[in-house]
């Protein structure tokens, strides 16, 4: 459970994996734009795609909501 809190660890995460491959536009950007449009022709692979890609993500999200609560109780 610590490497899921992990500030450092994720911000590696999202630049590297969240992004990759870089050119010509980040991979995860593609998919969701794809998805924005209607996701017409999308295979269960593109959709694992954007879980794999778009997870170090929902992390980073998921950190932010912690300490902003974290906060707000204090």
Known sequence: ??????????????????????????????????????ANGMQPVDWFDVVLHGFPWVLLIRIFILKINKKNVA
């Open 1 to 38: 459970m610590k490497l899921l809190n992990d500030f450092r660890l994720i911000i590696l995460l999202c630049l590297t994996l969240g992004l990759a491959p870089f050119f010509p536009e980040p991979h995860l950007w593609g998919k969701l734009k794809w998805i924005a449009g209607g």
